[in-house]
């Protein structure tokens, strides 16, 4: 199992970040003629004002992750599970219905696809050792994780959803951006297609490799056992109802008005529909919940470092600066390379999204860049370095009991897959 020793504190790096970006706007922002230690502490107003600016983001980053991973644990996915492994017979369907399943699903929710990659890994790992087939268990456990390669060009995607309301944090800037031109984007559509092909064929070959190595498969629950509850199941179709008739109308009026608020309105529902039983819900909720104390703990601190950026200038002189260092031709290989980067230190996508997004909006209002077109390429280079991110792949590890050097030996092979198809799609497509 990976030491926690050895993984970076994400509280820690938020931590040092801020410290980070306090030092900057105090060297590079004073103004003339003001004391240094007056400004210092006009500084650490900026954070504090910022702090608590990004609470409605929060609680939606929150809700995104718990109720796909609550739903992930239900008996209807279960069982659709079953169905999916009838015919995995080889270590290469093994591998490919791992894949493709768990890009599907982390396309339709990353906490979802997550969890679901993990458990059928499991499920897969355990079929195959009653029935006495072979398989890679860690080329299994590493294609669980390719949801965590397509989820922010999905339907959970934070930047996009964020850009899609009508009073977002950058709605001054670039306005209300609609799914229409971010996620289901010919751009999107094509890159995530072409990601697909590319990584089922890696699946393939990989899976042809020999391996003699054999690893303990653990046990695992996803099943509910909660009895019926009229009022749940009752209440969470009518959800499920109004959110399809809302999707029908705002599609019929060209509006296709797909927002965070909606994606977690439906997975709520959904959620009760698959229990069956509020008090089903509340206890897949309360296993999903533990994954949320990060984001829980360090947005405010992300918040902070905006804040700090946004009243001091700070963000302003990084958008000139990255203006400045790679212009109109290069500043979209820039964004990519720096949200893969970032990405290391800034696990949530939310996050990230919440100190990048401004730095990007903004410089790209001096270059005449499509600003739908940057939040997806800012999305492809935050969700490909997960792969090289140990933070979310912490879920896995301990469902599927696989040790990280194994795990990660493959996915960072599927980094550099995931980087060149996304780079070559950037270069080409922008």
């Not at 001091?312 to 958008?319: M, P, V």
């Not at 996050?351 to 499509?370: E, H, K």
């Not at 194994?406 to 497509?429: D, P, Q, R």
Request: glycine share 10%; net charge neutral; with cysteine.
């Amino acid at each position: 199992m990976l030491k926690a020793s050895r993984i970076p504190g994400t509280f820690d790096i938020a931590l040092l970040l801020t410290l980070a970006v306090i030092a900057a706007a105090w060297i590079f922002t004073i103004p003339e003629n003001q004391s240094t230690w007056i400004y210092g502490g006009e500084v650490l107003k900026y954070w504090k004002k910022g702090f608590w600016e990004l609470l409605e983001f929060t609680m939606q980053m929150v809700l995104i992750l718990v109720l796909g991973h609550a739903l992930a644990l239900t008996k209807p996915i279960g069982s659709l599970l079953d169905i999916l492994i009838k015919n995995v017979s080889s270590n290469t369907s093994a591998v490919l219905t791992t894949g493709f399943t768990a890009m599907v699903a982390g396309y339709f929710n990353w906490g979802f696809g997550l969890i679901i990659g993990a458990v059928l890994a499991v499920k897969i790992a355990r079929k195959c050792h009653e029935s006495s087939v072979p398989i890679n268990y860690p080329l299994v456990g590493a294609s669980a994780y390719l949801g965590m390669m397509v989820w922010h060009g999905g339907l959970s995607g934070s930047a996009p959803l964020k850009v899609a309301e009508s009073n977002h944090f950058l709605v001054d800037i670039v306005g209300t951006i609609p799914v229409s031109l971010t996620i289901f984007s010919p751009f999107n559509m094509i890159a995530n297609g072409i990601l697909l092909l590319v990584m089922l064929v890696v699946l393939y070959g990989l899976s042809k490799r020999k391996f003699s190595k054999t690893f303990k498969v653990p046990d695992i629950k996803t099943q509910n056992t909660y009895d019926t509850d009229k009022k749940g199941l009752l209440l969470g179709l009518v959800m499920v109802v109004l959110a399809v008739v809302d999707l029908f109308y705002s599609v019929e009026s060209g509006s296709a008005n797909i927002d965070l608020n909606y994606i977690n309105f439906l997975l709520f529902g959904l959620g009760l529909v698959f229990y069956q039983s509020l008090k089903g819900f509340v206890a897949g909720v309360g296993v999903a919940i533990q994954g949320a104390v990060d984001i829980i703990l360090q947005f405010p601190l992300y918040a902070g470092i905006l804040g700090i950026m946004k009243y001091s200038g700070l963000l302003e002189q990084l958008s000139l600066g990255l203006i400045h260092l790679g212009g109109a031709n290069l500043f979209p290989l820039l964004t990519f390379l720096s949200a893969a980067l970032f990405n290391l230190f800034i696990p949530s996508g939310g996050g990230q999204w919440a100190i990048q997004g401004p730095i990007i909006m903004q410089a790209i209002q001096d270059l005449a860049l499509d600003p739908a077109d940057m939040v997806m390429v800012f999305a492809f280079g935050d969700q490909v370095s997960n792969m090289l991110q140990p933070f979310w792949a912490l879920p896995l590890l301990s469902l599927t009991g696989l040790p990280v050097k194994e795990l990660f030996k493959y996915t960072s092979l599927f980094f550099v897959c995931g980087f060149l198809v996304f780079g070559l799609c950037i270069w080409f497509g922008l």
